[in-house]
């Protein structure tokens, strides 16, 4: 399996609170995903990264920001978290012209 | 209009039937194709890429149509473990790397 993990795996959070998830990676691929996964969706895009400190925004960026400090790690931040952030967070790494692969998810739940 | 659209099903059939699942992109400068299996709560894990020339593996057999702008997933003789829900994924080898999801087509094989 790809070196991709994930945290935290849950999190109960409250709203108007920030909340960060981390994605760590043990592969050096070059490109990093965050999607976000809800009923009737599918997988869709927030921001990604194609190499340290770049990052772009996906389809459903507002109220998500993205770091990538060094290669391995990919950060997404709820700066304020809303009810509407309530999904499945996926993070996925590729490198280039070639598949990617997901962590486990992280399962965030904004009360 | 979205950029991958995919009939969400769900695909009701029978074990042993043949079903085919089809997915428009809209971006014609995309290049890498994906078919991805998703089973419930899991993350998402890469069932073939698809390639130009069509390509077969097993039970399931990939096809790209450029001109009309689908690739398609063909399963024969459906057992009950392929019971899951199928992504298609659409990417640019150039430019910003976007790998996009379409919503996933949901099937279940029925004993």
Same mark, same amino acid.
């Given at each position: 399996d790809a070196g991709i993990t994930q945290s935290p795996r849950h999190k109960v959070t409250e709203t108007g609170t920030p909340v960060t998830l981390r994605c760590h990676q043990t592969e050096n691929h070059r490109y990093m995903y965050w999607y976000r996964?809800?009923?009737?969706?599918?997988?869709?895009l927030i921001h990604y990264s194609y190499?340290?400190?770049?990052? =772009?925004?996906?389809? #459903? $960026? =507002?109220?998500?920001? #993205? $770091?990538?400090?060094k290669t391995e790690d990919f950060l997404l931040t709820l700066e304020s978290a809303t009810s509407s952030q309530t999904s499945v967070y996926f993070c996925a790494i590729r490198d280039r012209n070639t598949e990617a692969f997901f962590g486990?998810?992280?399962r965030l739940t904004v009360v | 209009r979205k950029e991958v659209e995919?009939?969400?099903?769900?695909?009701?059939?029978?074990?042993?039937?043949?079903?085919?699942?089809?997915?428009?992109y809209s971006n014609s400068a995309s290049q890498s194709f994906f078919w991805y299996r998703q089973d419930c709560r899991k993350e998402p894990k890469l069932l073939m890429s698809v390639y130009s020339s069509g390509n077969e593996d097993g039970r399931f057999t990939a096809q790209l149509n450029r001109a009309s702008q689908y690739i398609s997933?063909?399963?024969r003789d459906s057992k009950l473990s392929d019971s899951a829900t199928y992504l298609c994924v659409v990417s640019a080898t150039s430019g910003t790397y976007k790998y996009i999801f379409g919503t996933g087509t949901r099937l279940k094989v029925l004993a």
């Amino acid at each position: 399996d790809a070196g991709i993990t994930q945290s935290p795996r849950h999190k109960v959070t409250e709203t108007g609170t920030p909340v960060t998830l981390r994605c760590h990676q043990t592969e050096n691929h070059r490109y990093m995903y965050w999607y976000r996964q809800d009923p009737g969706h599918g997988l869709r895009l927030i921001h990604y990264s194609y190499g340290v400190k770049d990052t =772009d925004k996906g389809e #459903v $960026s =507002d109220g998500y920001s #993205v $770091s990538r400090s060094k290669t391995e790690d990919f950060l997404l931040t709820l700066e304020s978290a809303t009810s509407s952030q309530t999904s499945v967070y996926f993070c996925a790494i590729r490198d280039r012209n070639t598949e990617a692969f997901f962590g486990q998810g992280t399962r965030l739940t904004v009360v | 209009r979205k950029e991958v659209e995919q009939d969400p099903g769900p695909f009701n059939v029978p074990e042993g039937a043949t079903v085919a699942f089809n997915c428009t992109y809209s971006n014609s400068a995309s290049q890498s194709f994906f078919w991805y299996r998703q089973d419930c709560r899991k993350e998402p894990k890469l069932l073939m890429s698809v390639y130009s020339s069509g390509n077969e593996d097993g039970r399931f057999t990939a096809q790209l149509n450029r001109a009309s702008q689908y690739i398609s997933l063909l399963i024969r003789d459906s057992k009950l473990s392929d019971s899951a829900t199928y992504l298609c994924v659409v990417s640019a080898t150039s430019g910003t790397y976007k790998y996009i999801f379409g919503t996933g087509t949901r099937l279940k094989v029925l004993a």
